[in-house]
């Protein structure tokens, strides 16, 4: 099975991604994981990114669609997978088409997960990450006891790409450059649009549905 799950920044694409891949057994892409992992390592192509990404720009495809093919070629996706994340452009949309012609595979459900912007933006000018551990929390929800980890103890801080203006630049992107590829597969009869307000349970259900067809 091959998911793409999409929307705009914040909807919750990462946390439902995980879920729906182990409730099917499939890989979970996530580019802004493999990226943000070359930003950790100081890699070329993590420096590169970093420019990018903390001006709340996208990556070039060039970049992004090299690394998607190679994570596709690995074992834990020879069962299917779901991407989050991408494709983002038309241009990345084609890239992606040619590179399951090749493979002899084709996508069963490109999955729209659509929440309000304003809500979206409280969401995410709220989340703080650990230091030292990675978890991630979000001051709209989690009872945070001052700025540490409940975890571990580390400290919390707020990414460079969850602060406002770098959010505003992200909505401002999706509109121009990711919102045509809904249009996209639209056109091709393969969008279905889930409502991703609400708890996880329940929008996992949807979205469950949404993938099943039913």
């Given at each position: 099975m091959i998911i793409i799950l999409f929307g705009p920044p914040g909807v919750g694409k990462g946390t439902q991604a995980k879920i729906l891949s182990g409730k099917f057994n499939i890989a979970h892409i996530a580019t802004g994981d493999i990226l943000r992992e070359a930003i950790a390592h100081g890699t070329e192509l993590g420096k590169?990114?970093?420019?990018?990404?903390?001006?709340?720009?996208?990556?070039?495809?060039?970049?992004?669609?090299?690394?998607?093919?190679?994570?596709?070629?690995?074992?834990?996706?020879?069962?299917g997978f779901i991407l989050d994340g991408f494709p983002r452009t038309i241009m990345q949309a084609e890239a992606l088409d040619r590179v399951f012609a090749k493979a002899g595979v084709k996508v069963d459900r490109v999955v729209s997960m659509e929440v309000d912007k304003d809500?979206?933006?409280?969401?995410?000018?709220?989340?703080r990450v650990?230091?030292?551990?990675?978890?991630?929390?979000?001051?709209?929800?989690?009872?945070?006891?001052?700025?540490?980890?409940?975890?571990?103890?580390?400290?919390?801080y707020q990414r460079d790409d969850d602060r406002r203006e770098t959010i505003e630049r992200r909505f401002e992107v999706y509109q121009k450059q990711t919102k045509p590829v809904r249009e996209f597969y639209s056109a091709k009869k393969m969008l279905v649009e889930v409502d991703g307000l609400g708890d996880i349970e329940a929008v996992t259900g949807r979205l469950t549905k949404a993938v099943k067809g039913y």
């Open positions: 590169r990114a970093k420019n990018y990404m903390d001006r709340g720009e996208l990556v070039p495809d060039d970049v992004v669609i090299g690394i998607i093919e190679a994570r596709l070629k690995e074992k834990d996706a020879a069962n809500i979206l933006m409280d969401r995410l000018t709220s989340r650990c230091r030292n551990c990675g978890s991630i929390f979000n001051l709209l929800v989690d009872k945070l006891d001052g700025a540490l980890c409940p975890k571990c103890g580390g400290e919390l």
